[in-house]
């Protein structure tokens, strides 16, 4: 069955860490670029941060910049997100997913990406 599964969300308070990861199973993950994608209450599903296929290439959101670090480790089958710094804006559900594209370095539209996580909660206490 094809998916990819995230983990590591929690409940932390301002200034802490996370580190999340997205597995994927049943579906090539290597050949492609990856996205990480949150959803804030009220607000539309918004870009974190992409990463090319081979991991030498990233971009993020202005709000994630210098914060967050998206890699991955193709062996693994799995992308990781590290959020530092965290604030209680960035409390949402944190998804995965993964770029339609062959060889992409990922994409900025929620509707160039294929496959989708079930997100996992990140809450940010002030």
């Known amino acids: 069955q094809a998916q990819l599964a995230e983990s590591g969300g929690g409940l932390v308070q301002a200034g802490d860490s996370l580190s999340l990861s997205c597995v994927a199973s049943g579906i090539t993950f290597s050949r492609y670029g990856m996205g990480w994608f949150r959803q804030i209450p009220g607000k539309e599903r918004e870009l974190v941060g992409r990463?090319?296929?081979?991991?030498?290439?990233?971009y993020y959101a202005a709000f994630a910049q210098g914060r967050f670090s998206i890699s991955r480790d193709n062996a693994k089958n799995t992308m990781y997100l590290q959020l530092n710094n965290l604030k209680s804006e960035d409390t949402g559900v944190y998804y995965c997913a993964r770029d339609r594209t062959q060889w992409g370095i990922g994409k900025q539209s929620r509707a160039e990406y294929d496959y989708w996580g079930q997100g996992t909660q990140v809450t940010v206490s002030a």
């Open positions: 990463i090319g296929w081979n991991g030498l290439t990233a």
